[in-house]
């Protein structure tokens, strides 16, 4: 006996309209990439603009004020770093090839054309870190919208929340706490990079380790991967430093050792003891699925997305997720 099914045209209609609202989403992945990322940018901003604005400084200038000092400090860091680190970097890799020589020696490894390929990668780096962003339209593009959305935070909130009229105060906490802790772990990890690079070239200045800036700031750079991160900046360390020495070798991956213990014990808790930090075995998924799906850009994008999906868990379903506990929000939840 057949069973007839009848579909109405409302269902139709329904399920049309969402494959076009699906297919709309992915012809402005790009868009809402930037969005997002402005969203993280307001987030991570919106207490600096809170604390000028407790002078009576106008929210507009405020804002204009943070953008100022913001790029005032990344022109210098730029002026100061760019220069030796493309050349420690172009001597690193142009040498690397006769370090691995002397280091594997056993190892059948065709040296010259190792050779050419690394050195025209040191002519190349610079201008591939440059490439990433080259695209200055997109980059104005995002920093105009994180500044009308730190402009309007209290509209777009209030707007957001008049969706909802009978969730209202769910919706308001649930926005806030997203806001808090998007900028918490944007400068947590911002924070944390930056200690964990100027340990690192301390460590690498004082043993005398050649290249110690490029080594740093891929230490800083790995922090944002947890556990495996620091492992990883360690090896290239290691490698340079057994090409002087063993003993050389030995004292770096001890130095190493002791900054992840430091690390592990007190930096990440002190850092982090006001934001909320995610089960590292979850972010490391999250890391190696953004970056297939979307390469760098979903990598990087990966863990703030999944604070988000956190907090909706949390809130919706009563999940938690949490590695590091937020005593504060504790005490205004209770």
Known sequence: M?????????TILFISAFLAFLWILF???????????????????????DYLT???????LSIALIYLIIIGVVSLLVSLIITPLASQTANLVGNLPQALERVLPAVNIDISF??????TLSRNVVGFSFTVFSNVIELIFMLVITFYLLLDKERVYKLLIQLTPGQKEKTRSLIYKIEGRLGAWFRGQITLSLIIGLLSYTLLFLLNVPYALPLAIVAGIMEIIPMIGPIIAAIPAILVALIVSPTLALFVALGYFA????????????????????????VIITIAVGGRLLGVVGALLAVPI????????????????DTYSNPQEEQKSA
């Open 27 to 49: 012809l402005i992945r790009d868009l809402i990439l930037i969005l997002f990322i402005s969203i993280i940018l307001m987030s991570a901003l919106s207490p600096m603009v």
């Open 259 to 282: 900054i992840q213990q430091a690390e592990n014990s007190f930096i990440v808790p002190q850092v982090m003891k006001k934001a909320v930090g995610l089960n590292p075995l979850i």
């Open 114 to 119: 190792l050779r050419d390929q690394l050195t």
């Open 54 to 60: 407790k002078f009576k400084v106008p929210k507009g």
């Open 2 to 10: 057949t069973r007839r099914v009848d579909i109405s045209y409302k």
């Open 306 to 321: 999944t604070v988000v999906i956190q907090i909706l868990l949390q809130e919706l379903m009563h999940v938690d997720l």
